[in-house]
């Protein structure tokens, strides 16, 4: 008996009404988070980005609008983080284009001075090749006596020098400028994966971590050089990290090839470059650490080629 009267008392305080906000107090709120939109939506250098965010953010707004009393604490928390999330993402993306743009700007500059050293390049060889002819024209008239053809033959040898130093000189500038096409490439693949959604790389988790794992092939062979796709998927990472909070810690690994001082050193500088992207991306920097590991943790055999594959990687764990 005893018990049944306590499940009545507990039925009759569920079914008590529970007490309404003021219309006035949920009006204020919503007008805040609209006007905060409405802000979003009119500056100009922002338009057409964060546009999952700022749909989720106007869901969260009519979904305040329609929310009862018992629900609106959670509600409002839902709405005012949404709209956060929807500048945050706004101003990130907005701040990677703009560093994408000055990259490329920079790249096609760096091509243009190449371009122009190897004209120069390219004329002075030409000065030098026609001094050289006269120079051998004016040898040959002096061909009469010993003296001279000595003197003809210091001169050419002099020319025939300089022409070899313009034609390096040459040859190297066309090389850098192969290079800084190489780079462009690149950079303009990067760009393309980026706009095309690249994914984040792999997760796990380990306990109450989250562990992304970069293969080693995002990197060139005995290189600490990112591939373009390796720093696309680290930016579409960077992105779910900026707004987030807790330590990151970057740790590089290789396989056992090689001297293990030389495999340490390798795996701390691919470690250091993918911290590196990702505070260029937004992850603040105060958050991110690197070490590396070299080959001392290997998670396969390093017998075989696939667990020596398996092994050279950068891990990356959130805590």
Do not use: W
């Amino acid at each position: 008996m005893r018990h049944l009267c306590l499940r009545i008392a507990l039925l009759a305080a569920l079914l008590m009404p529970l007490p309404l906000l003021a219309a006035d107090e949920i009006d204020a709120d919503v007008q805040r988070l609209q006007a905060q939109l409405d802000q979003l939506e009119a500056e100009a250098s922002l338009a057409g980005l964060a546009g999952l965010e700022r749909l989720k953010a106007r869901q969260a707004l009519d979904a305040l609008r329609a929310a009862k009393s018992r629900d609106r604490s959670h509600t409002l928390f839902v709405a005012e983080r949404r709209v956060e999330t929807a500048q945050l993402m706004a101003q990130v993306e907005s701040l990677r284009r703009q560093s994408q743009q000055l990259d490329r700007e920079h790249d096609q500059l760096q091509i243009e001075i190449s371009r122009r050293d190897a004209e120069l390049a390219r004329r002075e060889n030409e000065r030098l090749r026609l001094q050289s002819l006269a120079r051998e024209e004016e040898a040959q008239r002096l061909l009469d006596s010993e003296r001279m053809a000595r003197e003809a033959q210091e001169i050419a040898v002099a020319a025939a020098e300089a022409e070899a130093e313009q034609a390096r000189r040459l040859a190297a500038a066309r090389a850098r400028e192969a290079e800084l096409a190489r780079r462009e490439a690149e950079l303009a693949s990067a760009v393309m994966l980026e706009a095309a959604g690249a994914p984040p790389p792999p997760k796990r988790l380990v306990g109450n971590a989250e562990v992304y794992t970069l293969a080693g092939n995002a990197f060139a062979s005995g290189s600490a050089n990112l591939t373009a796709e390796a720093r696309a998927s680290l930016r579409a990472l960077a992105v779910g990290l900026a707004g987030a909070s807790g330590s990151i810690l970057i740790e590089g690994h290789s396989d056992s090839q090689g001297e293990p001082a030389a495999n340490l050193a390798l795996s701390k500088r691919r470690a250091d470059a993918v911290l590196k992207v990702l505070a260029e991306a937004g992850v603040a920097a105060n958050r991110l650490s690197a070490e590396g590991r070299g080959q001392d943790l290997p998670v396969a055999d390093n017998g075989t080629a696939a667990g020596r594959a398996q092994n050279r990687r950068v891990e990356i764990t959130v805590k």
